[in-house]
């Protein structure tokens, strides 16, 4: 067991904590990737998925998409030609009202993005007219599929539906009940296992479309995902940042104001003693203000690396002399053997018994304190006691300070109870969580 033990003295109070040294305790989250950034793309495009899945809300709807309908009616106009050369003998030839239906089902695709329900309904139209007509099958059913996408894409899907099966409703009636009274004249209907490559041609068109939509849709709450991940992480950083400075700045000024009274008192009785509390002063707002100006370049700064390790348990003796300088005697008592503690517990342990200190100093009427540091198998225990009585309403601090004393221990699965003793002190006891084997283990409890 290590005790150490510092009294309020008349010796030099130089700079209690030696050089100033920063927390850096805003490390930086900037390397941590969101469950979201786990995207199906990969590395691809910075795992954003590729234009043509985004649909219309990924695309500026205020232009239409010249190129890629041109593309396709290239492609369906002459594919048609080239088709109906093997369909000479079965269907009509291609004449001026065929290659106005073709392109009227090409040009309609002009606005799926602003209308997709327009788009495959006059698709699907002007295709069935076509296959009504007579004329060879072909690439104009490329139209009606690319359409019918891009209704589903955009959440239209009944109406992609219903588009896709008026053209085969139409095929079916055509082919097998009005091709007597349509050309071509010595036209015959199709047999009707022909009929089962049409139907997995519309349910190809149906499940490619869903598909994309599926995906789309899981790319879009994947994003959501994202979106909510940084704002909640933004929100823990702000409270993070607002614990630190309440704890820095609550300790220092403490300090401060039971020097400045001090000096104040001795100013003309005891100018040396006075001029102790005054360099006392001056050196413990030096450091708070080291620390809050490491806090304002690490926000102006986001990503930087830290200056200096972020406080812990190991500084202790520079609160035990902080605490001195305020006129405490604080008593720390250690158990167990100090194994690898990570910096998050570390951090939130030295904060914890900051804030229960500096709590002694402003609200007990006890110049004494207790700190206990018990290293357990998996845990960190902390007890720190003062004898009291409260010197005000806010017996053991103030809600703030015992606020974000739990928040830190609840942060990492911790507890922390903080509450009055049966003798009339004041008792603040956490526990915080350890990796297995990070510290020793010891029967004691404190």
Known sequence: ????????????????????RRAPWARGRQGERTAGSRSPWGRWNGGEPPRWL?????????????ASTILLGVVVMAGSSFAAHGQLDEKAPLDLFARLLLFAAVAVLLFRHRHPVVAVFGASAAA?????????????????????????????RRAAWSAVAMVWVGHLVVAHWLYRWLPPDDDAAPPWGQELGVAAWVVAIVAAAEFVRVRR????????????????????????????????????????????????ALLDTDPEQARTALTTIKDASKE???EVRQVLDTLRTPGDAPRAPAPGLDRLPELVEQAATAGLTVTVTTDGARGAVPPGA?????????????NVVRHSGSRTAQVRVGYRTGRITLRIDDEGPATGTDAGGSGNGLAGMRERAAALGGTIEAGARPDGGFRVRAELPLPAGGAAHREETP
């Open 346 to 358: 570390d951090l939130a342990a030295f904060r914890i018994v900051q804030e229960a200190l500096t």
């Open 54 to 66: 985004t649909g219309p809300q990924g695309r500026a709807t205020g232009r239409l998409p010249w």
């Open 128 to 156: 069935t007219v076509y296959l009504g007509a007579g004329y060879p099958y072909g690439p104009v059913f490329l139209a009606v599929a690319v359409g019918c996408f891009s209704a589903v894409v955009a959440g239209h």
């Open 1 to 20: 067991m290590d005790e150490q033990r510092a009294q309020t003295g008349d010796g030099p109070a130089g700079n209690p904590g030696g050089p100033s």
């Open 288 to 290: 708070a203000l080291g």
């Open 217 to 264: 849709e899981q790319w879009a709450a994947q994003r959501a995902e994202r979106a909510v991940a940084e704002r909640r992480r933004a929100d823990e950083e702000r409270l993070r940042m607002a614990r630190e400075l309440h704890d820095v700045l609550a300790h220092s000024i403490s300090v401060i104001n039971v020097q400045a009274g001090v000096g104040l």
